[in-house]
C-alpha cells in the first residue's frame, strides 16, 4: 500500500493551549517534540532533519530545541511565515522526505503569547519639537496605522468579513458573533483549548468591542503553546511495526501558497484568493472533494475570517457561505463540521503553533482518538491555516488503510 | 486659504490645485500602487505613470476601531472605498464612528485634516473620506 513517494504523519502532538508561565518556549517546543516522538515511536537519531518555527523568540528556536532535545547534526530549518508558520516548517519538512533526501523529519512550532495583546499595529510617533521627515513606502510624515485605516489584526479581518458581506449581503453582527458561539461550545469538548466555556450569542455579542463586528470572544486568544510531528515516507514505514502503520496519518495534499497580485491586495490583505489556490490544488492533490471531508480546521483567527474560508475551502458554493452556516453544516453534528477543537477563538492561537496543532486535531479523529469529540467514522479531513501577508498552507489527511 | 505652510501627510496625497491622490499606474498591465515601487507585483514591469484617483467612491468594507496602538485616537472607522475601480485605504472622517452612521456602500468623497505641526510651524495634512 505505501510508496516511497507517500507521504505519512508517523507521531504528532501538541501541548495543552494557554498560559504556562514557568515553562519557557524551549520547554514548550521540547514538550511537543517529545510527545511526537513518543506518539510515533521513535527517538531524535532518526530524525534526519528539523525545520522550526517561532515568530516571538530570540532566533534560532530548531538549535535552541536541539540543545535540550538531541543534537545529532541534522540539518536544522528555521521557518517564519506569520501565522503558517508551523505549516510551514511541516512542508518544509514533507519536501526533504519527498525529495528522498531523508526519510524521516520532525516539524516543530512554539509560541509564548499569554499577555501579548494587540497584534500587528504600532508604528514609531514622531518626536516633539522635531521637523516632518519622510519615511518608508508612502513617503509619511508619521505612522499611518490608525490614520490611514488599521494595521491592527482584529481590525483587518473584520473589514475581510465586511468585505464578503458587501459583496454578497446577509453577514451582520450577530451572524459572526453565532459563528463565535459555535466554536466556544465546540471547545467545551477540548480538554487542550486555553478556553472551553460556552458562550451565549448575548454574552459575546455584549463582550468588550475590539474591532466592530469582532468583540473580544469572536478573536484569536493569545496564548502559549507548541505542536510537533513526526513525518515519514511510505518506504519506511512498511519496515515499522504493524501498530505504527496502523496509527500513521496518511497526508495526502500538502500545499503552501503565498498570495497572487489581485486588485486591492496591497489595501486590504487578499486572504481569498490564495486559499481557493490552495485548496484547489489540494483537492486535486489528494483526489478528494470537499463533499468526501469528514471535517474541517480552519483559520478561524477572527470570526470574521470563518465565514470567507467556507467559500474560498468550497465547503458551499460560490457566496452561500451565510446560508451554508445558517444551514448548521459547520456544527459538530452538522454534514460539515468546522472548528471541532473549539477553532483558534476558544483553542488559542500561539502563533507558530497553530499550523501544526489545526493537523494534530484532524489526526485525532481519522485515527479515531478524539475522545468525547471524536467525529464518528472520520477518515478524511482538512487542515487550514493563513498567515497575514500571505501565506496558506492546506493538508489534507486520512486514515491508514493498514 | 491657510497662510500656514503645508505638506501631505504621505507622498501619494496631492493638495495643488486641489486634495486627491496619486497612484503609480502601471504602463504595462495597469495595475496601481500607492507605495513606492521596485516592479509591479501583476506583471513585473518597471515602468510607472502617475494617475489621479477620483475623489468620490463607496464603501466597500470597513470596521470600527475600538482598541489600537499607543497615540491613536479611538474608536475611528477604518475602511477600503472603492474609488472608480480603484481600492483606497482611508479612515472615514467628519462622521459618527458607529454601525448607525457608517455602512457597506455608503457614498463617500476625500477630505482632508490637519493631524499636526511640526518646530517649523508646517502642518501635515492627511486625507480621510467623508459621507457625500
Excluded at chain 1, 510531528?229 to 500545499?255: D, M, Y
Amino acid at each position: 500500500m505505501s510508496r516511497s513517494d507517500d507521504i505519512w504523519i508517523l507521531g504528532i502532538h501538541m501541548t495543552k493551549f494557554g498560559k504556562h508561565p514557568n515553562l519557557d518556549v524551549v520547554d514548550l517546543g521540547a514538550e511537543a517534540i517529545h510527545g511526537a516522538l513518543a506518539d510515533a515511536g521513535v527517538t531524535m537519531a532518526d530524525m534526519g532533519i528539523i525545520a522550526a518555527g517561532n515568530l516571538l523568540g530570540s532566533g534560532s528556536i530548531a538549535q535552541q530545541l536541539q540543545k535540550q532535545v538531541g543534537q545529532t547534526g541534522i540539518p536544522a530549518y528555521n521557518v517564519s511565515n506569520a501565522c503558517a508558520t508551523g505549516a510551514t516548517a511541516l512542508r518544509t519538512v514533507i519536501m526533504a522526505v519527498k525529495a528522498g533526501e531523508v526519510d524521516m523529519g520532525l516539524a516543530v512550532g512554539v509560541e509564548k503569547l499569554a499577555g501579548a495583546g494587540l497584534l500587528g499595529a504600532g508604528g514609531k510617533a514622531k518626536a516633539d519639537n522635531d521637523e516632518w521627515a519622510r519615511n518608508g513606502r508612502f513617503g509619511a510624515v508619521g505612522p499611518v496605522d490608525g490614520r490611514i485605516g488599521t494595521e491592527s489584526m482584529p481590525g483587518v479581518f473584520a473589514q475581510i468579513g465586511m468585505e464578503y458581506g458587501h459583496k454578497y449581503g446577509g453577514a451582520d453582527f450577530e451572524l459572526f458573533a453565532k459563528i463565535s458561539e459555535k466554536n466556544h461550545s465546540h471547545s467545551t469538548l477540548n480538554p487542550l483549548a486555553a478556553y472551553n466555556k460556552a458562550m451565549s450569542l448575548e454574552q459575546i455579542m455584549n463582550d468588550v468591542m475590539i474591532a466592530y463586528p469582532n468583540t473580544r470572544p469572536m478573536c484569536s486568544a493569545n496564548c502559549d503553546g507548541a505542536a510537533a510531528a513526526v513525518v515519514i515516507n511510505g518506504e519506511k514505514l512498511k519496515t515499522l511495526s504493524l501498530e505504527q502503520q496502523r496509527r500513521a496519518v496518511k497526508v495526502s495534499a500538502s500545499i503552501l501558497t503565498s498570495d497572487p497580485w489581485q486588485e486591492a491586495c496591497q489595501v486590504l490583505p487578499d486572504v481569498n484568493t490564495l486559499t481557493r489556490n490552495a485548496a484547489h490544488q489540494a483537492y486535486e492533490q489528494a483526489g478528494v472533494g470537499p463533499q468526501d471531508l469528514n471535517l474541517v480546521e480552519l483559520h478561524d483567527c477572527f470570526a470574521t475570517a470563518e465565514l470567507v474560508h467556507y467559500d474560498n475551502l468550497m465547503l458551499c458554493e460560490e457566496g452561500g457561505a451565510v446560508d451554508f452556516f445558517e444551514s448548521g453544516a459547520p456544527y459538530r453534528d452538522g454534514k460539515m463540521p468546522v472548528n471541532v477543537s473549539g477553532g483558534l477563538q476558544s483553542k488559542g492561537h500561539p502563533i507558530s503553533a497553530t499550523g501544526i496543532a489545526n493537523i494534530w486535531e484532524v489526526c485525532q479523529h481519522v485515527r479515531g482518538e478524539a475522545g468525547d469529540r471524536q467525529i464518528e467514522g472520520a477518515k478524511v479531513g482538512l487542515a487550514h491555516v493563513i498567515g497575514l501577508a500571505s501565506a496558506c498552507g492546506i493538508h489534507i489527511l486520512e486514515r491508514s488503510a493498514a | 486659504m491657510s497662510t500656514a505652510t503645508q505638506i501631505p501627510f504621505v507622498e501619494y496625497l496631492k493638495l495643488e490645485p486641489t486634495p486627491h491622490l496619486v497612484a503609480n499606474e502601471c504602463t504595462s498591465c495597469g495595475a496601481r500602487f500607492f507605495d513606492r515601487r521596485n516592479a509591479c507585483a501583476g506583471c513585473f514591469n518597471t515602468e510607472f505613470t502617475p494617475v489621479d484617483i477620483p475623489t468620490e467612491g463607496v464603501v466597500r468594507s470597513f470596521s470600527i476601531i475600538t482598541f489600537a496602538a499607543p497615540g491613536v485616537d479611538v474608536p475611528f472607522v477604518a475602511a477600503v472605498i472603492d474609488c472608480g475601480g480603484t481600492s483606497v485605504r482611508a479612515n472615514i472622517i467628519n462622521c459618527p464612528p458607529d454601525p448607525e452612521h457608517v455602512s457597506l456602500g455608503m457614498s463617500v468623497r476625500l477630505a482632508t485634516t490637519v493631524v499636526g505641526i511640526d518646530s517649523a510651524g508646517v502642518e501635515a495634512v492627511n486625507y480621510g473620506f467623508e459621507p457625500a
